[in-house]
C-alpha cells in the first residue's frame, strides 16, 4: 500500500468529519446553545394549544428569547418557563406585563412581553416569577362552548324558533337592512363618545355598590312613607278639621296685628335702643351669668343655714357736691376682668372710672377721730384748748 492511496480516504474522512461538525455546530448554534440565557418563570391561566417548547418570547416585535418548556399544575393553572437571552434582559423593565398571544387564531401561541406606561428603573432578574394578563382564546375553544351551548338546546324548539324567525324576516329584507343602516349611522355617532362611554362603566360599580348599600334604607323610607301616607288617608277628617281650625287662626292673628299695627312698631321701635346695649354689654352679661353659674356648683355648705364671715371698716367720707355728682364719662367698654371664673383666695379688681362717685378719689383722708371728743367721755373736762393734729406742740 503506497502513501497515495492512504491519503486520499483520509482526506475524505477528514472532509466528512469537517462537513458533520460544521452542520453540528449550526444546529447547536440556531438552538442558542452558546448562548447565555436568564431564567424567567410565567404563570398562566392556561397555556392554550399550540404553545410548544422553543416557542417565541417577543417585545415590541423583537424575539428577547425563548420558551424553555412548560408545566402543568393540577389546579389547571400554566407554568411557562422562559429563557430570555441575556443580552437583551438589560433592555426589559421589572415590572414587565406577560401576555400569552397568537398572531391569528389557528396561528402558533408566543409569548409577548408588554412594557408598562411608567417604567420601572430596574430589570428583570433572574428567576423572576410573572403573572400573565391575558390568553388568547383558540378557535376549537370558541367552537366547544358553542358546541356545548347547541347541545343543550331542543332541536324541536330550535327549529321552532328557526320557522317563526323565518317568517317574520321573509318579505321584510329592505326594512331589515335599512334598519342594519340606520344602526351602522347610530353607532358612528357614538363611536366618539366610546372613551366617555368606558369611563362611566369603569366608575359604574362604585355608584352601583353605593345604590345597593343604601337600598335598605331606601325600602324603609318608602315604606314609612306609605305608612304616612295611609295615616293621612285614615285621619283625613281630622286633617280637615285641623286645617279650618289654623284658617281661623290666622284670620284673628290677622285681625289682632292688623289693629296694633301701630303698637307693635312703637313697642318695637323703643326696644331696639335696649336690645343694641344688651348686644354690646352681651361679653359683661356672659360673664356675670357664669360667674352665677360657677357659684351655683361650689360645694355645699357643711351645716345647713347660711355662713357670714362680716367685719367693721371705717367708711369713707360722704359724697360732696359738685364733685360726687354721678356722670356718664366712663371708656373702655364692656370687660370682664377676671370673671366669670375668679381662683382661689383672689377678686376682681376695681376698676375705676369717671362716673363721678368714685369712693378713693385724690387727697380724700376719709373719716378723721375726733380725739377730743374721745378725751371729754373719757376723762371728763381738760383745761386748755382742744388738742389735735392742727396743734400740735401747743399746751392741752
Not at 205 to 212: M, Q, W
Request: proline share 7%.
Amino acid at each position: 500500500m503506497t502513501l497515495s492511496s492512504v491519503k486520499s480516504p483520509l482526506i475524505g474522512f477528514l472532509a466528512v468529519l469537517g462537513l458533520i461538525m460544521v452542520v453540528v455546530l449550526a444546529v447547536f448554534s440556531f438552538r442558542g446553545a452558546f448562548h447565555s440565557t436568564v431564567p424567567v418563570m410565567v404563570v398562566s391561566q392556561r397555556a392554550g394549544l399550540l404553545m410548544n417548547p422553543d416557542a417565541k418570547v417577543k417585545m415590541r416585535g423583537v424575539q428577547v428569547g425563548k420558551v424553555a418548556s412548560i408545566e402543568d399544575r393540577p389546579d389547571g393553572m400554566a407554568i411557562i418557563h422562559l429563557a430570555l437571552d441575556s443580552a437583551q434582559v438589560g433592555m426589559i423593565p421589572s415590572n414587565v406585563r406577560v401576555d400569552v398571544a397568537s398572531s391569528t387564531v389557528f396561528g402558533a401561541k408566543f409569548v409577548e412581553l408588554i412594557p408598562p406606561r411608567t417604567l420601572s428603573m430596574d430589570t428583570i432578574s433572574a428567576d423572576a416569577v410573572i403573572q400573565a394578563d391575558h390568553v388568547t382564546v383558540e378557535i376549537n375553544t370558541v367552537f366547544q362552548q358553542l358546541s356545548s351551548v347547541i347541545a343543550t338546546i331542543e332541536p324541536v324548539k330550535l327549529n321552532q324558533v328557526l320557522g317563526t324567525l323565518s317568517s317574520a324576516l321573509n318579505g321584510r329584507g329592505e326594512q331589515l337592512g335599512q334598519t342594519l343602516s340606520d344602526f351602522n349611522d347610530t353607532l358612528a355617532r357614538l363611536d366618539p363618545s366610546l372613551d366617555n362611554l368606558a369611563q362611566d362603566i369603569r366608575t359604574a360599580p362604585a355608584a352601583l355598590n353605593s345604590f345597593a348599600d343604601a337600598a335598605p334604607d331606601l325600602v324603609t323610607v318608602l315604606k314609612n312613607v306609605t305608612d304616612l301616607s295611609g295615616t293621612v288617608v285614615g285621619q283625613e277628617q281630622n286633617l280637615d278639621a285641623f286645617l279650618f281650625s289654623a284658617i281661623g287662626l290666622g284670620n284673628v292673628g290677622t285681625d289682632v296685628l292688623g289693629s296694633n299695627r301701630e303698637r307693635l312698631t312703637t313697642v318695637l321701635d323703643l326696644l331696639a335702643p335696649v336690645t343694641d346695649l344688651t348686644n354690646e354689654y352681651n361679653q359683661a352679661i356672659y360673664c356675670g351669668l357664669g360667674g352665677t353659674v360657677y357659684m351655683s356648683k361650689g360645694s355645699p355648705s357643711r351645716v345647713p343655714g347660711i355662713e357670714l364671715l362680716i367685719g367693721l371698716t371705717p367708711g369713707a367720707e360722704r359724697y360732696r357736691y359738685p364733685s360726687n355728682v354721678p356722670k356718664v364719662s366712663a371708656q373702655g367698654g364692656p370687660q370682664c376682668t377676671g370673671m366669670p371664673v375668679v381662683g382661689f383666695e383672689k377678686r376682681p379688681p376695681f376698676v375705676v372710672a369717671d362716673t363721678g362717685a368714685t369712693p378713693w378719689p385724690y387727697g380724700n383722708q376719709n373719716v378723721l377721730l375726733n380725739s377730743d371728743g374721745l378725751k371729754q367721755h373719757l376723762f371728763g373736762p381738760i383745761d386748755g384748748p382742744p388738742r389735735n393734729t392742727a396743734q400740735i406742740g401747743q399746751p392741752g
